[in-house]
């Protein structure tokens, strides 16, 4: 793997690719590549021993013409600008391929939220807010959680938010945030939402290609909220995993390791680590399991031309944001490994994110089997126009996604019209 991964060429190489193919105005295409607010911010944060740590957080607005910016929160070490202005753009894209009424955004504070007490946490989180103050709103800017941030998170965040804000706008301010926990606002199945739409895509492909997952075999990298729920979904359709890592190492079980059990182990431990169920695999052994199909669910750039050349798998479904690298990418398709890309393959959560950001709004919870039969029925016809114009226009699933979502934003860019 390069030291150091330019993630946001890698997206702005896409889209250039997606424009071209459906000819895309030009003058929309220089609106897209950049975007529109990049805004960092140092705050300090009081620790458990009474001393102050400086903390560096961002927030990159990328375009909001289909609708308020939507895109969530990462607390991680590795956080930096420019791999936010990568991910606002997904998130742009992401919205308008579900149709959303979003435009994309993405945050992130850069710390290591392993390291820090749940207090700390909770005063980074509500600092975060203080700092991004009208940069943020329930019309306006709507975060999400991401790798390092969950429902505990957005509850502290709303929380703040709703105490800063005029008497007056609190009760309508809940929607400022989506990933709640349900007693906090939150939606019936968001929890398991980004997992959910991984599986309805794995399902989708199997009836297309006359797979049967009854027996099948998968792994999955990254064992947070995506990776585990998919996990544990697939599990009920008869699938088995085989193999599972994250950032603490990896590990195999040809037998199955039981993904409820792991996935309480990495609630109470904070990572795979020490699970009994498995043997210890180095990564190029993980990455050269024998199994049907492969969720990367971690970070980006985790799929390079090394890990590609041994990959076993028929089907890459992407749980995670820009997994697979270019170079990763070409080797697999050479190879016929089919790719969902990440703008599809993930865009179950911020989907139901819209959902809970409408029963905020409304004042209204619906049932989890009304989220689940939205969620599905999205995610099937979107998968097959994705599938369609990738046939149509003989271009990779990445491509053919992209250039859906580009095919919107240019229409209404055009209906409109540029002001002035």
């Not at 103050?133 to 957005?154: C, F, K, L, Q, R």
């Not at 939606?187 to 797979?211: L, M, P």
Request: glycine residues 10%.
């Amino acid at each position: 793997m390069p030291e150091k991964y330019d993630f946001f060429s890698v997206v702005q190489g896409t889209l250039d690719h997606a424009a071209k193919v459906i000819d895309m105005d030009k003058d929309i295409q220089l609106i897209l590549s950049q975007p529109k607010n990049e805004i960092m911010m140092h705050f300090p944060v009081r620790m458990d021993d009474g001393s102050y740590r400086l903390m560096k957080g961002y927030r990159i607005q990328h375009n909001n013409v289909l609708g308020p910016y939507k895109g969530g929160i990462r607390y991680h070490k590795d956080v930096t600008l420019d791999d936010c202005k990568a991910l606002a753009f997904l998130m742009t894209w992401k919205c308008a391929l579900m149709r959303l009424p979003f435009g994309g955004a993405k945050g992130g504070v850069k710390f290591d939220p392993n390291a820090f007490s749940k207090d700390e946490v909770m005063r980074v989180s509500r600092r975060f807010v203080s700092a991004l103050g009208s940069n943020i709103g329930p019309e306006y800017d709507v975060p999400a959680p991401d790798v390092g941030t969950n429902a505990d998170t957005m509850n502290w965040m709303m929380d703040t938010y709703v105490n800063v804000v005029g008497s007056i706008e609190k009760q309508s301010s809940q929607r400022i945030v989506t990933g709640k926990s349900i007693s906090c606002g939150g939606s019936e199945g968001r929890g398991k939402a980004t997992g959910q739409g991984v599986v309805h895509c794995i399902v989708e492909w199997a009836r297309e290609n006359d797979f049967d997952l009854e027996g099948s075999s998968f792994f999955v990298q990254g064992f947070g909220n995506v990776g585990s729920n998919t996990a544990m979904l697939l599990s009920k359709l008869g699938a088995t995993l085989v193999a599972a890592g994250d950032h603490s190492g990896y590990m195999t079980n040809p037998e199955g390791l039981n993904p409820h059990r792991l996935a309480d182990w990495v609630e109470e431990h904070r990572s795979i680590a020490g699970y009994p169920g498995g043997q210890a695999v180095s990564r190029e052994e993980f990455f050269a399991t024998k199994a049907d199909i492969f969720v990367p669910a971690a970070l980006e750039n985790q799929l390079g031309p090394e890990e590609a050349k041994v990959l076993q798998a028929k089907l890459v479904v992407e749980g995670a944001n820009g997994p697979t690298n270019p170079e990763g990418e070409r080797i697999l398709l050479e190879r016929n490994v089919a790719i969902v890309p990440d703008i599809l393959a993930n865009a179950g959560g911020v989907t139901v994110s819209y959902f809970e950001w409408v029963q905020n709004k409304r004042s209204e919870h619906w049932e989890l089997a009304e989220v689940d039969m939205q969620l599905e029925r999205r995610m099937r016809t979107v998968y097959h126009s994705v599938r369609a114009f990738a046939h149509q226009h003989r271009v990779p699933w990445r491509v053919a996604a992209y250039a859906v979502a580009l095919q919107r934003l240019e229409r209404v860019y055009k209906e409109r019209g540029i002001w002035p």
